[in-house]
């Protein structure tokens, strides 16, 4: 059983920066595609980036494209969200999600159902 571990969520203003942290345990991650969704109160959850198992395939929703950078480093078993210029419309709880496959395009993994595994989620508020 994998179990994702988030962290790096907190309270930061307009314009911000904050870096989020998804750690899974008791596996190595190195063939698992990863992605994050984010789910602000009365919306649906929606994605927001996914990493394909080898790193070199990323993308992005729209919303934060060009703001967000996902990233991972396999020896410290970690995926990284880096979210820059933050606006409030990112305020909302972002969970980690999990899926051993070795597919190179993050095209596939952009839906809920696309994910094994998930995270509790970290908060993330934008004060303006």
């Known amino acids: 059983q994998v179990q994702l571990v988030e962290s790096g969520g907190g309270l930061v203003q307009v314009g911000g920066s904050l870096r989020l942290s998804c750690a899974p345990s008791g596996r190595t991650f190195s063939r698992y595609a990863m992605g994050w969704f984010r789910q602000a109160p009365g919306k649906e959850r929606e994605f927001v980036a996914a990493n394909s198992w080898s790193g070199a395939s990323t993308g992005y929703a729209d919303s934060v494209e060009g703001r967000f950078t996902i990233s991972r480093d396999n020896a410290k078993n970690t995926v990284y969200l880096q979210m820059n210029s933050l606006k409030p419309e990112d305020a909302a709880v972002y969970y980690c999600?999990?899926?051993?496959?070795?597919?190179?395009?993050?095209?596939?993994?952009?839906?809920?159902?696309?994910?094994?595994?998930w995270g509790q989620g970290t908060q993330v508020t934008v004060s303006s």
């Open positions: 999600a999990a899926r051993e496959i070795a597919v190179s395009d993050w095209r596939y993994f952009v839906g809920e159902g696309d994910y094994t595994y």
